[in-house]
């Protein structure tokens, strides 16, 4: 059987414990089943093909590698990984607000989490991108909190959720710049041109489930598992 998707895994823990002095480590797996995205929207990552058997049993060796090197993970059934992440890191703040976390990810939604205590390092191609709350606020001229907005009007192609027709990129950052979120804009939609204010009428029932797709959840119950993190 190939490996490597396992030899990739271990070569990123590696990496990460090389250049780093983290104390504690969490890794987080999506659960399958079905959750409420799948229930809100129906086609909710649909365009994905299942997941390949041989596929399926490299993640399950590098399960089984985490629990034989003593590294805890996180999988609940019906609950995605970011989900996951985004409750474990918020609850945690909860706790002990001192705390700082690097969230590693390939998904762009985990940057709703950044603030001025929660780093994110998106992978793209094997690199990183560390992404700060100041960073990307001068990036985006808006503040992460304002992300699920901004991506509730454009959609997200990889989730296969619908974005709002005729407005792109551009403008959608201009209306989030101007509004910070979608119920502001549609509470001061008199002030916005014609077109605009036609199309987001239009499409306003997509523009709020889109932000109840996108938002990660944050108050899951979870183990009692920071103290077994340990990665030293």
């Known amino acids: 059987m190939k490996q490597g998707t396992v030899f990739f895994f271990l070569r990123v823990l590696i990496s990460i414990f090389k250049k780093t002095d983290y104390q504690k480590l969490l890794i987080a797996f999506d659960g399958g089943g079905t959750n409420f995205r799948k229930n809100l929207l129906p086609q909710y990552k649909a365009q994905r093909e299942a997941m390949p058997e041989e596929l399926y049993q490299q993640m399950e060796t590098v399960k089984l590698l985490l629990e ?15 989900d996951l992440i985004a409750s474990f890191v918020n609850q945690k703040m909860k706790d002990n607000p001192g705390l700082t976390f690097d969230v590693f990810t390939r998904d762009k939604d985990l940057l709703q989490l950044l603030s001025q205590n929660v780093n994110i390092l998106k992978y793209i191609n094997g ?7 100041d960073n990307f606020c001068q990036e985006y001229k808006f ?11 454009l959609g997200d192609n990889v989730d296969n959720i619908e974005g709002i027709k005729g407005i792109g990129p551009v403008n959608a950052k201009k209306l989030i710049q101007q509004f910070q979120t979608v119920e502001n804009i549609y509470q001061k939609i008199n002030n916005l041109p014609e077109i605009t204010k036609r199309l987001l009428i239009d499409q306003e029932k997509l523009v709020l489930s889109n932000k109840k797709l ?8 979870l183990p009692d598992i920071y103290e077994k993190c340990n990665f030293s």
């Open 143 to 153: 503040t992460p909190n304002s992300y699920i907005d901004y991506l509730s009007l």
């Open 68 to 82: 034989k090197t003593d590294l805890t993970y996180l999988q609940l059934e019906n609950q995605e990984a970011d």
């Open 127 to 133: 690199k990183a991108t560390l992404y700060t709350y």
């Open 214 to 221: 996108i938002s990660l959840v944050i108050n899951i119950s």
